[in-house]
């Protein structure tokens, strides 16, 4: 805190300005970026290894277990995200890590309708009814024939969900239900710098 240079514009010193409590605005966002990084990585992880396993579960058994996974995914897809995200961080609590696995939530219907439709085409490749012919166990069609072939396009689609994860963090922490102040985050600085909007426009627009 440098309470002598609060809302001072871009200087050699301090090249975004500062806010309304004299803190380096670069500095703040370079801090937030980690968290925001964080949340991404993890939710991410989260959404995709949930998706992915119901995924491949519901395509290898099929069936009624199949209907009922699609049924349960189908309804947490219904809701739009940041509704959802509220709803779940309003239970849960406001903390980073209650927004990593909130964030996380929301991804897994993504994740398991993309893997459980790759895994049907797959089950109708000839290797693998190859490999049930050839008596193979079921954990192992699923691990050398079913997971290599699902894992390409997960990979894709972790990479376009990191970035709406980051956007979602953001979004959350802007309403309040995220990292809370005084740690940094692009959203909660958004959020704070909403009132010197008039005074000192760095501080929201640089976040």
Not at 49 to 56: D, P, R, S, Y
Not at 149 to 166: C, I, K, Q, R
Not at 172 to 180: K, P, T
């Amino acid at each position: 805190l440098d309470v002598m240079v609060m809302l001072e514009g871009p200087t050699k010193e301090h090249w975004i300005g500062t806010d309304e409590l004299g803190r380096d605005v670069l500095s703040r966002i370079i801090y937030g970026a980690q968290i925001s990084l964080k949340v991404g990585i993890v939710a991410v992880v989260i959404g995709g290894t949930g998706g992915t396993f119901i995924g491949i579960v519901a395509a290898y058994f099929g069936g009624f277990i199949d209907n009922i996974l699609m049924r349960l995914m189908e309804i947490v897809f219904c809701f739009p995200a940041i509704l959802l995200a509220v709803i779940l961080m309003a239970n849960f609590g406001t903390s980073i890590f209650n927004a990593m696995l909130a964030i996380g939530i929301i991804f897994i219907p993504g994740f398991a309708r993309l893997t459980r439709a790759i895994a049907q085409t797959v089950q109708r490749q000839a290797f693998l009814e190859a490999a049930i012919c050839l008596g193979v166990p079921g954990y192992r069609i699923v691990l050398r024939e079913i997971f290599p072939n699902v894992a390409g396009p997960v990979l894709v689609e972790a990479t376009v969900a990191f970035s709406y994860a980051v956007l979602l963090e953001s979004a959350l922490s802007f309403l309040g239900l995220g990292s809370q102040p005084p740690e940094a985050s692009w959203g909660n600085m958004i959020n704070t710098g909403r009132g010197f909007i008039d005074q000192a426009p760095w501080i929201s627009l640089a976040p």
